[in-house]
């Protein structure tokens, strides 16, 4: 393995760790308030118990979600100090809002978790929506780097290759900027969501007590219903800016080869380097100009349009597209129906086939942040900031770098098996709830 | 002197300090309490680490955020100093992270996790290894930052004149910096036993964290004296302005602090204490920022040659002025609902 290799995937499995906690902090904050604020209204007990237990399972997600996000801080400098040099001034702004995002988020968790009795009800059920809205910030903030990454302005480049003329506030809103904010934040409510209801469903399928997982039920599909649906719209504002702004990249999440008017879109299939060619796909005709661009003869650029060396790894990024959209859309159907079954006004926990079918798309939504991730990431490659700066040229000089990568892939599935372990005995617990 | 001797990067600098400060004097305490649970001794053990627990719980993940925001106030104001450092301490750092992660998933993974004896005692152990282990590698970065080391191994790095071992492993690896790790154990170990006894509500346990604040303020001297012996044979430049006319004073007034933190240990004045203690700290503190001043990372690049450009510590500062307008009022409302009762 080379040392940017190494480096990259050090990086990947920071972030992808990083990520699943990252959203669970954005998300979970807003369904325990949901939680406490039903109780306080209805008096209800199982909304109480239901805050309470969710605020549990946030306090240890959230703490694995801060210490893994101080890795990635500290990465920036320790695997690629050439991409913080020249980017450092341009990005730090986005970068130092999300500091002061995250102290707002981190001091009212804690007056939240361990401020039950010593807070007034309405400070605490403000406590909470504080830890929610600055979840929501940091996450906004971090991906307004990530959108400059990938759509990079505010600067000149000069003869030396060095960033000038910069301007941070310009920098903050690239082309991207929205869009992939969007879809982060809609991301985030609608794995936690859809991935909590799983949880209910499943105990409720095993016949946990049906006052306490139903309201749990209802109120996580609440949240994740929504967004699992808006969240394919939103992927098309994406791809659409995607298209305009980095066309390799569409053309490799895409498996386009051959620069064309009415161009298909390709479910499955697999692009073939060597032969630069995707084989086995079903082709819908002009289907991918018709997404890319909104018009079914538009012209898209393959990836033959740039030299090798200038194109992603093409299969894995069409296979994470793919991943993505195939269970995204699967997400967004059952939410769909458990709409349905909702606003007919049938109950939702004793629907065994909707039950079923919602712990299966359960982990989808984790899936599909990784997936989309690596359509992101990979899909970039191989720069760091699209267009002026090579990831090679940003990586640490430091050579074994296959060593740190290897630590903190053990330390972080270590970690994953103990978090797994340790929200599954919080799951278990609640089966002796009785309202 | 020039009119802008003191300008913005001047300005960044101190804030940068300020909040390495506040870490040091919160979340290093953290991590001190969780040496006093490693060290937790006789028949009142127990008791002694619940403290530390329910001391940390509700604080220790904000305090925690002001080291990330030393590093990304770093890396936007000084890009090329946080691109050095993240080059030649990739080792010592990578360690403290896993510190970092190890103390904080295991903290909670034990108070969140099965009550059984076994599965609390393994998560207490990590956690107690970890809060020992990271304040001695942050000490051991802070030590090869000031002693010219880094900078040193910076240079021959960039000179292509350097084998493995003399860019990433001799600088961290000697004894001025294991000098400085030590010293920032003792003081966060200090820093805790004297805020424990504070909110200890027992007299016996009370008792238990003053002796342990009085054990870590002698390491303290050993570790502060011994590091200056080191320092004069193997970083003359640190002893060399250490012991220098320029901060007689400032030596005085540590002096003082110290002083007056051990007297008032001595003497059971705890809220007396807990202030001189957490002065005398980060007056140690501010003495690493004067022997190293105009530097970022002695002895090649300063505070100007680094800055980033105007632009981005003109939005800096005003994003600092800002968030600090939201943050105090908060971190004033988080300490006042958890502190301890005064007495």
């Known amino acids: ?435 | 002197m020039r009119a802008d001797a003191f300008g913005l990067p001047e300005i960044l600098a101190a804030a940068i300090v300020l909040a390495l400060n506040a870490y040091v004097l919160t979340g290093g305490a953290d991590f001190g309490g969780g040496v006093w649970d490693l060290l937790a001794r006789g028949p009142r053990r127990g008791a002694q680490r619940e403290l530390i627990a329910s001391q940390i719980g509700p604080i220790w993940e904000a305090n925690h955020v002001w080291l990330i925001l030393v590093v990304v106030l770093l890396f936007t104001a000084f890009p090329p100093a946080f691109a050095t450092l993240g080059i030649v301490l990739h080792i010592p750092l990578s360690l403290m992270l896993i510190g970092i992660v190890l103390r904080g998933s295991s903290f909670v993974f034990r108070s969140y996790g099965p009550r059984d004896d076994a599965t609390q005692q393994r998560w207490g152990v990590v956690f107690a290894m970890a809060s020992a282990i990271t304040p001695i590698l942050l000490g051991i970065v802070v030590g090869t930052i000031a002693s010219g080391a880094a900078g040193d191994a910076g240079e021959r790095l960039a000179a292509r004149d350097a084998t493995f071992a003399s860019v990433y492993l001799a600088p961290w690896l000697s004894l001025f910096p294991l000098a400085m790790g030590a010293l920032a154990l003792a003081m966060f170990a200090f820093l805790a036993a004297v805020y424990l006894a504070l909110a200890a509500d027992d007299a016996a346990l009370r008792e238990d964290f003053r002796r342990r604040a009085l054990g870590a303020a002698a390491a303290i001297f050993i570790a502060a004296f011994g590091g200056l012996a080191v320092a004069h044979v193997t970083a003359p430049r640190v002893s060399g302005v250490l012991t220098g006319s320029r901060a007689f004073a400032f030596q005085a007034v540590t002096a003082v602090a110290a002083i007056g933190a051990l007297w008032a240990v001595w003497t059971r004045r705890w809220r007396t204490a807990r202030i001189a203690a957490a002065l005398q700290v980060s007056l140690i503190l501010w003495g690493w920022v004067l022997v190293q001043y105009p530097f970022v990372v002695p002895p090649t690049l300063t505070l100007r040659e680094v800055a980033a450009p105007r632009t981005t510590l003109e939005l800096l500062l005003g994003a600092l002025i800002g968030g600090a307008l939201i943050l105090f009022p908060a971190l004033a409302y988080l300490f006042r609902i958890f502190a301890p009762k005064v007495r």
């Open chain 1, 1 to 435: 393995m080379t040392d940017l290799l190494a480096a990259r995937s050090q990086m990947a499995i920071s972030l992808g760790f990083h990520i699943v906690f990252a959203e669970i902090g954005i998300a979970m904050p807003l369904m325990m308030v949901l939680a406490e604020w039903r109780w306080r209204r209805t008096g209800e007990r199982a909304y109480y118990d239901l805050a309470r237990r969710w605020a549990k399972g946030t306090a240890v997600l959230f703490a694995v979600g801060a210490v893994s996000g101080t890795v990635l801080s500290f990465e920036l400098g320790l695997l690629w100090p050439g991409f913080m040099r020249h980017a450092g001034p341009l990005i730090g702004m986005p970068f130092s809002l999300e500091g002061f995002a995250f102290f707002l988020e981190a001091i009212f968790l804690g007056v939240y978790l361990y401020g039950w009795e010593r807070v007034s009800p309405r400070a605490h059920l403000a406590a909470g929506i504080v830890v929610a809205a600055s979840g929501a910030a940091s996450a906004v903030f971090v991906v307004l780097v990530n959108a400059w990454m990938n759509t990079p302005v505010g600067f000149t480049l000069d003869a030396a290759g060095n960033f000038v003329n910069i301007d941070p506030v310009t920098a903050m809103r690239s082309p991207a900027a929205f869009q992939q904010v969007l879809h982060m934040l809609l991301a985030s409510y609608a794995a936690t969501g859809m991935a909590v209801a799983g949880v209910h469903a499943w105990m409720l399928l095993r016949g946990a007590d049906r006052a306490f997982h139903g309201r749990a039920l209802l109120l996580a599909l609440c949240i994740g219903a929504p967004a699992a649906v808006a969240q394919p719209f939103s992927g098309d504002l994406s791809a659409r800016v995607v298209a305009e702004t980095q066309p390799v990249k569409l053309a490799a999440l895409e498996g386009q080869w051959q620069t064309m008017r009415d161009a298909p879109l390709r479910i499955g299939g697999w692009p073939d380097a060597s032969r630069e060619e995707t084989r086995y796909a079903i082709e819908i005709p002009d289907g991918l100009s018709l997404l890319a661009f909104h018009d079914p003869h538009a012209e898209v650029r393959g990836l033959r349009a740039v030299p090798p060396e200038d194109r992603p790894p093409v299969a894995v990024v069409h296979l994470a597209f793919q991943t993505m959209v195939g269970l995204g859309s699967a997400m967004a159907i059952v939410a769909l129906w458990a709409a349905l079954v909702a606003w007919r006004r049938r109950d939702l926990s004793g629907h065994r086939e909707l039950l079923r079918a919602l712990v299966i798309v359960g982990p989808f939504g984790f899936i599909c942040t990784e997936a989309g991730w690596i359509v992101t990431e990979v899909g970039r490659q191989p720069w760091v900031v699209q267009g002026f700066m090579r990831t090679a040229h940003a990586v640490t000089p430091m050579p074994g770098l296959v060593a740190p990568m290897t630590t903190f892939t053990v330390l972080y599935f270590g970690l994953g098996a103990v978090v797994v372990a340790l929200v599954a005995s919080l799951v278990r617990e609640t089966s002796g709830v009785r309202s």
